[in-house]
């Protein structure tokens, strides 16, 4: 896979594979706005309770189809979480209860969450090292082309000039399904990883593919390199691999690699989830803008944060992982800092206010979308699928506190003191994950994952452990 040149074939797994993050962020941004409140019944609490739910349901969904992706193969599970979300997430547009959304908005939950896990490995495993960076980068940084793309649904759905308020929400809930049928019919012909099915004794199947894909590649006027055989290994088969085994590579063979990990996917989610859920408090309660301009506010802050994976990427294949992630971790703390500084002087508006979280998180949703593309490069392969998910799922947990807390920062927004040390905290916590990762992290950049980490299956005696 890391010798054939970039075609067509490439850029179906991009699209097919990378438009679930797409999809989250049309799902967050749908549901933010809330315009199912009214419609149930439900209390500013029960709306936050939603959010809730669904980010337990991703939880749930990583750890569990993060664990079968690994068992039975990338691509049943790539297709299986997608049919979950579509299905659950038409069912919630349909709800006649808050109880019966929290139902649903569960699975959907699980469903994008099984996403994050099976579709990381399958991309990694199966786009060429020279740009298996760039390409992971920018495909988690699309999460806020859909949020955009949410924020705009809303503006067009919830607007009662154009639909009645029990209706324009329920529509809304649709467009993530519709969306989602056209990327089911590509995953049916995204083929499965050959490197899942060395491991699990597949050879002649793995054979075939590698045929296939080589075959398509060169139809599509691609050159393929020869066959380096020093690069070769030979592998056994392996079934489910059992915790004790996962425990062992996490905190006895890989040590660093397991802090570096937990270090980014906590920083970065704690930074997301404390501005995310709370700037349209910010601009309402600093700066006195009201519920309808707040939404506009939005666009910008989605743009800047889809265009720093875009723009930044390919500079972690170029400049290498471990450089690239100080500077965006570092450069998105000191912007934040900053703006902590003049926020507190009360030098900020609402619009230089939101042109300063643009600029930090630009960078900062660079360095988060690398959070996802170290953890799922950096462990074996046997079992990439469910680091990926246990990462993710301490990030989680580890930023759903981050609303509450800023939230209690805010107040009423007549003193801007608690706020202020809070951005300073959250800048601290992303220089530090940038620090640590530098110090600790990897050079992966252009190098086969067989280079970066030998498969637990692999037959030999001098398996690299401990950096």
Known sequence: MDRLPWTRFHWSIVIGLGFSWVLDGLEIQIVASAGFQKDLGMSPADVGLAGTVYLVGQIVGALVFGRLSDKLGRRKLFILTLVIYLIASAAAGLSPSMYVLFFFRFFAGMGIGGEYAAINS???ELIPSHYRGRVDIAINGTYWGGAALGSAANLFFLNPDNFAENIGWRLAFFIGPIL???IIYLRRHIPESPRWLMTHGREKEAEETVDDIEARVEREGGKIEPVDEKLAITVKATESIPFRTIVRVLFRDYPKRTLVGATMMITQSFLYNAIFFTYALVLQNFYGTDSVSTQFYFFPFAIGNLLGPLLLGHLF???GRRKMILLTYGVSGVVLGVSAVLFSAGALDATTQTIFWCVSFFFASAGASSAYLTVSEIFPLELRSQAISYFFALGQLAGAGA????????GDGTDRGPLTGGYFLGAGIMILGGIIAFI??????????ESITQPLSVVTDDRQTGR
């Open 122 to 124: 399958a991309i990694d």
């Open 180 to 182: 989602g049928l056209a």
């Open 317 to 319: 294949d170029v400049w």
């Open 403 to 410: 609303p509450l807390i800023y939230g209690i920062l805010i």
């Open 440 to 449: 600790f992290g990897v050079d992966a950049e252009r190098k086969s994952l």
